[in-house]
């Protein structure tokens, strides 16, 4: 995290000089009309604009009343053109000042063309990909009145237990920070005021994928260091890419709730980062620094709040109710509230919202972008790359002209609402295609049976019957096993990340028929199968596909497409074993044969899957990696070069990627950190020369005076197609 002096030149035109204020020396258009606003607000109506509500379906009567007295800035949940027309031109023709609400909603991985979940779309290790994706979010969403979106989540995550996990792109800075960019861009847009841009949010800041033993809400205890190192550099990427907005996490660090914390919120997002955008609580954030115990009122947690540097209170309706006594006994100075403010229309003048209140929405558009053919098609797409081949033995996959019938089996297989995953906007099941779906249109001369065997969470076994005899007479069996929708996601925490339920006993009894097993699974996070790992030849992680689920997943198993994902996140063996992360440190004793060194007795370190896993139908070889120089400055940049061949019989994507190891330094670092990857497409035979830029940014750390610095040393580099293993060579950074 060096100091960054081009913020303003990374984010789209109209955002920044919204944003600039007094940076300019010739006021905006906007400045003067927020100056002028500004000096005509009473504090009530000041305050309202930090104050947003949640709707549900329609604006209550009391809510719209609050409109008209200027005593609301947003409203969140409040969907479709024209209910958000309807409540848009009461602000602007009702109430006193005539401002225009801002209307927020969750659109995570889309808005009616539900994309794959969006740990999912991480597995693609395709930002191009990811960004066309939530820009097709973003028209939707714009389309249907929304003005900015609670995305994306871009926290770190190393335990697998936590619900959350499922939204962001799992435990990787250098990957979680691409793909963290790639949709604020795909959100954004060249021009937010285009009818097709919503306003992008950074959440949760910070650390809240820290918790403690995976529980959602719970403690986070890091170091600065790890903070910096790890945890912090994906928001800073949303940053640097231009997010207009930040969400705080539910979440302390060392004893500061972050809502309350003016070192997350100005000391590093605002001063250091230069953020110009404005902070939005989470849902009721601001009211559970009650809870936490650092405020003994409603008034002074909003104080806090407000001093720490969040400008909009996300439902607790502290801000408006309880502020204004505050302000006017002189325990709040009202330049604190301007200032909050001015960020707040900031943002709507960013928008366009002064000119065009329902920023281009209206019914008519509505109808013709939502599920349009084109984003249906993206959709199957994204779908394809991000299913991760994770063993493949005998080469049971793709399923051949050998295969005559397929028994498709298992709870997931004809579930349309898992498809979906959760967070999925306004997504509606009856879109969602099926694997059962999916491969029964694919098939074509092949015989497809079904049955689905037991529930997802059932004790019954009523359904093993008929499964087991479905089995029996097909020549491979599908079983699509896994977790619900809404078994991962927020307040969806696990202490077993086993396959629910007696799925388990479902599995043991088709494998007992003898018939060839690919396993398919579909899940919000890594699973512990080290059962199946081991019994059968063939696993798919399919994870939440979103409406193309079944088209894309048929896709992969008929041969149809090569699979190209890659693991965004360890499968560890057991929970025993979490947090488990491929760049952890060495420690003073590593793993080896003595008793005395970091291991466990009862269990390997090693992964099941590691990070950057992922098989394909084709194979690739790895050759002349070569470094353009030996020795280079601290300022300096290494170029890393490789040959990468497809030695296989048909075409294929290969990510590859690039680890970096700093051998010895001033305090400890990874054994291997990500620093490049690139998804490279190669036909039979074709080789292709990769290259790589190794930069300060790469190679740098926090020195022990918490300083960002390139040490001079030897650092070793790893390249190859996951974590484990690749080419390897060395180089100094000079003094």
């Known amino acids: 995290m060096r100091p960054h002096s081009g913020f303003l030149t990374a984010l789209p035109a109209a955002l920044a000089l919204c944003i600039a204020g007094p940076a300019f020396a010739q006021r905006s258009a906007a400045e003067q009309k927020i100056d002028s606003l500004l000096a005509r607000m009473t504090l009530e109506e000041k305050l309202g604009q930090l104050n947003q509500l949640s709707v549900d379906q329609q604006p209550t009567p009391e809510q719209l009343a609050l409109v008209r007295k200027g005593l609301v800035g947003s409203f969140l949940n409040l969907t479709g053109a024209a209910a958000t027309r309807d409540a848009q031109r009461i602000a602007v023709t009702e109430s006193r000042l005539r401002i ?20 999912g779309e991480a597995g693609s290790w395709d930002p191009e990909a990811v960004q066309a994706a ?18 994306p989540m871009v926290d ?16 990787d800075p250098y990957l979680g920070s691409a793909m963290a960019a790639a949709r604020v861009r795909g ?11 919503v306003l992008a949010t950074v959440k949760h800041f910070a650390a809240y994928g820290g918790a403690e033993g995976g529980r959602d809400y719970n403690t986070v205890d890091l170091s600065e260091r790890t903070l910096r190192e790890a945890y912090l550099l994906p ?8 997010a207009a907005t930040v969400m705080t996490s539910f979440n302390e660090i060392g004893g500061i709730p972050s809502t309350a914390s003016p070192w997350l919120m100005t000391t590093v997002l605002r001063r250091e980062w230069g953020f110009r955008g404005f902070v939005v609580s989470d849902w009721t954030a601001i ?32 801000y408006v109710d309880d502020l204004p006594a505050l302000v006017r006994t002189g325990r709040i100075p009202v330049a604190l509230v301007n200032e909050a403010v001015r960020r707040v229309l900031r943002a709507k003048a960013a928008l366009g919202l002064f000119d065009d209140p329902y920023h281009g929405a209206s019914p008519e558009r509505e109808r013709a972008v939502l599920l349009a053919p084109e984003h249906r098609r993206l959709a199957r797409r994204v779908a394809e790359e991000a299913i991760v081949l994770l063993k493949n033995d005998g080469q049971l996959l793709p399923l051949g002209s050998r295969v005559r019938s397929v028994a498709v089996i298992g709870p997931l ?34 015989s497809v049976v079904y049955a689905k065997g037991c529930g997802i969470t059932d004790t019954a076994t009523a359904g093993f019957v008929e499964a087991v005899a479905t089995a029996k007479q097909a020549d491979v069996a599908v079983l699509v096993l896994g977790e619900a929708g809404d078994m991962s996601g927020e307040a969806a925490s696990r202490a077993n990340l086993d396959l629910p339920g007696i799925q388990p006993r479902l599995f043991e009894a088709i494998y007992a028929t003898g018939t060839p097993i690919v396993l398919v699974l579909m899940n919000g996070r890594p699973l512990t199968i080290p059962w199946a790992a081991e019994h059968v030849p063939a696993i798919v992680e399919s994870w939440f596909l979103g409406i193309e689920t079944g088209p894309a ?8 497409v090569s699979p190209s994902g890659k693991l965004p996140v360890t499968f560890p063996r057991a929970v025993g074993q979490i947090p488990l992360y491929y760049n952890h440190k060495n420690t003073g004793r590593p793993t080896g044969p003595d008793k005395y060194t970091s291991k466990y007795t009862d269990l390997p370190v090693t992964p099941l899957f590691p990070f950057g896993h992922g098989l394909s139908y084709t194979t690739f070889s790895y050759s002349d990696l070569r470094l353009s120089s030996p020795r280079i400055t601290p300022a300096g940049t290494e170029s890393v070069s490789v040959t990468v061949t497809n030695t296989g019989s048909r075409e294929g994507v290969e990510v590859v990627q690039l680890y970096v190891h700093d051998e010895v330094a001033s305090v400890t670092r990874p054994v291997r950190a990500l620093a490049g990857f690139r998804r490279v497409s190669l036909k039979p035979g074709e080789a292709r020369t990769v290259e790589f830029q190794l930069t300060p940014k790469e190679l740098g750390l926090y020195n022990q005076n918490m300083k960002f610095v390139v040490e001079p040393g030897r650092f070793r580099v790893f390249v190859g197609g996951s974590s484990v293993g690749g080419l390897e060579a060395e180089f100094e950074v000079g003094r």
């Open 100 to 119: 225009p609400l801002i209307f927020g909603h969750d659109v995570i991985h889309g808005y009616r063309t539900i994309f794959p979940i969006p740990l």
């Open 134 to 151: 939530a820009h097709v979010a973003a028209r939707e969403a714009a389309a249907a009145g929304v003005h900015w979106t609670f995305a």
């Open 156 to 171: 770190i995550a190393r335990d697998p237990r936590w619900g959350r996990i499922a939204e962001g792109s799992g435990e």
């Open 187 to 197: 959100f954004q847009g060249a021009d937010p005021r285009s009818p097709d841009a």
């Open 235 to 242: 928001y800073r990427a949303a940053v640097d890419a231009g």
């Open 287 to 318: 009211n559970e620094l009650l809870n936490h115990g650092v405020a003994a009122s409603r008034g002074d947690a909003g104080k806090l709040a407000l001093e720490a540097g969040v400008d909009m209170d996300m439902v607790s309706r502290i």
């Open 413 to 446: 297989a004809d579930d349309k609402v898992a498809a979906l995953g959760s967070w999925p906007g306004r997504g509606d099941p009856r879109d969602a295609v099926t694997p059962l779906e999916g491969i029964k249109t694919r098939a074509g001369s092949v």
């Open 553 to 560: 997943l048929a896709a992969v198993l008929f041969g149809d």
